[in-house]
């Protein structure tokens, strides 16, 4: 069954680090353009990081200098290295495919969406 599964969520402090994998399978694995978005209690999901064309990166203006999109294609495998974590990065993160547009952060743009991934941030 094709499928986006994320994992690597947690509790950390703030300052800490955390690694989001998002493993695709069957009809994902072809997708050249990836995403990470969030959402946290009460607000919209928000796009956060996209992979788009193999090397090309886009970032919100929140996380930039502080997470980094990546993919291995060999596994499969989207991730989203977080470091110097802050409370305000406290939400469900979902990876997303199916955007025709490379890089977009748009939550509209994207078709298909994993279950999600609980990242929490204490101060």
């Known amino acids: 069954q094709a499928q986006l599964v994320e994992s690597g969520g947690g509790s950390v402090q703030a300052g800490g680090s955390l690694r989001l994998s998002c493993a695709t399978s069957g009809y994902f694995s072809r997708f050249d353009n990836m995403g990470w978005f969030r959402q946290a209690p009460g607000k919209e999901r928000e796009g956060v990081a996209a992979?788009?064309?193999?090397?090309?990166?886009t970032y919100a203006d929140s996380v930039k200098g502080r997470f980094t999109i990546s993919r291995d294609n060999a596994k499969n495998t989207v991730f989203l290295q977080m470091n110097s974590l802050k409370p305000e990065d406290t939400a469900m993160y979902y990876c997303?495919?199916?955007?025709?547009?490379?890089?977009?952060?748009?939550?509209?743009?994207?078709?298909?969406w994993g279950q999600g991934t609980q990242v929490t941030v204490s101060s």
């Open positions: 992979i788009y064309g193999g090397r090309g990166t």
């Open positions: 997303a495919a199916g955007s025709t547009f490379g890089g977009s952060l748009l939550v509209r743009q994207y078709a298909y």
